[in-house]
């Protein structure tokens, strides 16, 4: 495993490091680390859908993976860093045999709980809960962590 994506895995929770620890590495994957402005979570879809399209996903499986992940790197954006730079890291990648899809988003922000009464946003989560089979959340002292799910059939 690169040295980088083993550091960036060391400090995850468990969970999320286990995603990355078992994922098939001699297949393409993505992992970068990008600086938190809305600018760059249109770049982050697009280099998801190109690694989903060169996998052979299913343009709809490819789609909810987008729409999904991009709304998990939207929020990190938004809400993990108010008035400080930061930064968004991103992992895609397949388990061995191929039939497992997973992405992690991570920031190392600040938590910050949903208003009481949110008006027409703080749908988010719902959404990821129904475009993904797995969707599993963190809040840690280090920052938040978003592990997303799909099987390929």
């Not at 890291?89 to 039939?99: C, E, L, N, V």
């Amino acid at each position: 495993m690169p040295a980088l994506l083993t550091m960036w895995a060391d400090r995850l929770p468990s969970f999320a490091a286990a995603v990355v620890t078992s994922s098939d590495l001699t297949q393409p994957y993505v992992y970068e680390q990008l600086p938190a402005v809305p600018e760059q979570a249109a770049v982050a879809r697009g280099h998801l859908a190109r690694w989903a399209g060169g996998i052979g996903l299913s343009e709809n499986l490819a789609q909810d993976i987008v729409l999904a992940s991009g709304e998990a790197i939207s929020n990190a954006i938004e809400h993990a860093y108010i008035g400080i730079d930061g930064d968004v890291t991103i992992f895609a990648g397949t388990t061995s045999p191929g039939d497992a899809i997973r992405v992690i988003v991570t920031d190392t922000g600040r938590w910050r709980p949903p208003e009481s009464s949110p008006g027409l946003r703080g749908r988010g989560w719902g959404m990821l809960e129904r475009l993904t089979e797995t969707f599993r959340l963190a809040h840690t002292p280090d920052g938040t962590t978003v592990v997303l799910r799909w099987s390929r059939h």
